[in-house]
């Protein structure tokens, strides 16, 4: 729980005595349409995806960014500049662009590390506005540490702020050995964002109840999950689906797509896989020289997610599976719908997951997912209809699970229709976007009536259109 002032423990020095380097761009011109901030300092919108720490924060902000600037709004990012090579601002559509702020060395800093740079961050944001000629009457932060940043901003200008966690520490904590030092401190961030936001998203009910029973009791949330490209993540045929990547149609493929983080339990996977070979060698069905494990995602040698893969390989050697097993390295969204379809389960062995894309992008390919019982995962997949869903750290009983979908074909044809028609229904990014859009709409309708003015440049007249009507 918040104890203390926060602004005073992670700096020695205050933002103001900071000296901040000027922007290396022109002044853009006044948009025309209502603009808003979404704010992910570590979660950099216009990187990578799937390499060191880029993942689902990264995929969340960009797509939202890109989905509401089509709505009507002005879509600006902000991120941390962490490198020097990257461009300060980066144009994804006519109204949605990243903004890389300075905030610390133009350099990879681990997240544990970070937080000493938010002042910074929140100092280059005001000097952007200054530039720029904008207010944000609006900002949507993600994770905890741009949620200090929000807090800062609510305190130092009229804005109406969102918050979505990604990951909750009170939660994270409970599934790790090692609690690093920055650990109260977010705690104490992460509960006063909860009391003090103008609006919580919460991605799943589980995160919701997390909340309120771990976080604290007072809170304004709002439900909306993540979504999902369903035009880059749709069926396709299996058999071209295989024949584009090199995999034989004999093959049975259990895939794997993350990042390399012992959070995500990728062992787990290994050694069920390990157990299901046993199995199948007991019984005629499946021949299991056509067991595949197909791991994607991406590492760096130097960092955490490389020791990690480091241990996974030897674990690989160690349980004799290199035969059965492929790294595929880190592959982009443009590709990677290839994978899902042609797996026939895509596993996602978590001890943690907040809400979890990858089981919704294999879904919205019509491929079945065994996942962890945790966090999102519990509400996307749904056991018995779109996938299986196993305790987490259970090696026997995600062997199993996966055993089954491999071997009743017949099932697995259902289990893969219903996976694809409750993405369609439930997780479009068009779909998450209007609903954000909506309660962005109707947090500034009341922001600019309770001002009694425009705040901002923009008057609620130019806000877009109500697409769906938002509960107060
Ligand atoms: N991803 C990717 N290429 C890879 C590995 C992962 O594009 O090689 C993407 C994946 O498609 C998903 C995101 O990274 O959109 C991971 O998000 P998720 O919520 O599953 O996990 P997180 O990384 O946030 O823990």
């Known amino acids: ?28 011109k006044i948009p025309t349409r209502q603009a808003i901030a979404l704010i992910s300092e570590h979660g ?7 390499k060191d720490a880029a993942g689902g924060q990264n995929v ?10 089509k709505l009507g709004w002005q879509v600006d990012m902000f991120t941390r500049k962490s490198s020097p090579n990257d461009a300060t601002i980066v144009q994804h559509s006519d109204y949605c662009r990243t903004i890389r702020l300075i905030a610390g060395p133009e350099t990879y800093i681990p997240r544990d590390e ?46 109406q702020l969102v918050h979505t966690y990604h990951s909750l520490g009170a939660v994270k904590y409970q599934s790790v050995s090692e609690i690093p030092p920055i650990a109260q401190t977010r705690l104490a961030v992460e509960q006063r964002l909860l009391e003090r936001s103008h609006s919580t998203v919460a991605t799943s009910p589980q995160e919701e109840a997390d909340l309120k029973t771990l976080v604290s009791r007072s809170g304004r949330i709002s439900v909306i999950p993540c979504g999902t490209n369903v035009s880059t993540f749709r069926p396709i045929s299996k058999t071209e689906a295989r024949k584009q990547l090199g995999l034989s149609a004999k093959a049975k493929i259990v895939l794997y797509v993350g990042r390399f983080d ?45 020791a990690e893969r ?18 595929v390295g880190m592959i982009g969204h443009d590709r990677l719908a290839l994978y899902y379809t042609a797996a026939d389960v895509c596993v996602v062995p978590s001890h943690y997951e907040p809400f979890g894309l990858v089981a919704i992008e294999a879904m919205a390919c019509a491929t079945p997912v065994v996942a962890s019982d945790v ?31 491999l071997t009743d074909e017949i099932w697995a044809r259902k289990l893969c229709k219903q996976a694809s028609a409750r993405v369609k229904q439930k997780f479009s990014w068009t779909g998450v976007a209007i609903q954000l859009s909506d309660l962005y709409r109707h947090l500034l309708v009341r922001s600019f009536s309770n001002s009694g003015i425009a705040i901002g440049s923009s008057p609620a007249s130019i806000l877009p259109q109500q697409h769906v009507i938002v509960a107060s």
């Open 114 to 159: 970070l937080f000493q740079y938010m002042p910074e961050f929140v100092a280059s944001f005001q000097q952007f506005q200054q530039q720029e000629g904008i207010t944000y009457p609006l900002a949507h932060t993600n994770y905890w540490m741009s949620g200090w940043v929000g807090l800062e901003l609510q305190r130092l200008q009229n804005i």
């Open 1 to 28: 729980m918040f104890t203390g002032k926060i602004s005073a423990k992670i700096s020695d020095k205050s933002p103001e005595t900071r000296s901040i380097q000027p922007f290396a761009f022109t002044r853009t």
């Open 310 to 327: 480091r241990r996974i390989e030897d674990l690989v050697t160690e349980l004799d599976l290199t035969a059965n097993t492929e790294f």
């Open 60 to 69: 969340y902000v960009r797509q939202v960014g890109e989905s509401l600037a």
């Open 375 to 405: 966090g999102g995962l519990k509400f996307t997949v749904i056991s018995e209809e779109t996938g299986l869903l196993v305790p987490p750290h259970d090696v026997a009983k995600f062997a199993y699970a996966i055993e089954r979908i």
């Open 44 to 50: 950099d919108p216009a990187a990578e995806i799937g």
């Open 262 to 306: 012992k959070r995500k339990g990728i062992e787990t996977l290994v050694r069920a896989t390990s157990e299901l070979r046993a199995q199948l060698e007991q019984g005629a069905e499946i021949d299991t020289r056509h067991l595949k494990l197909l791991v994607v995602g991406g590492s760096d040698p130097n960092e955490a997610d490389g």
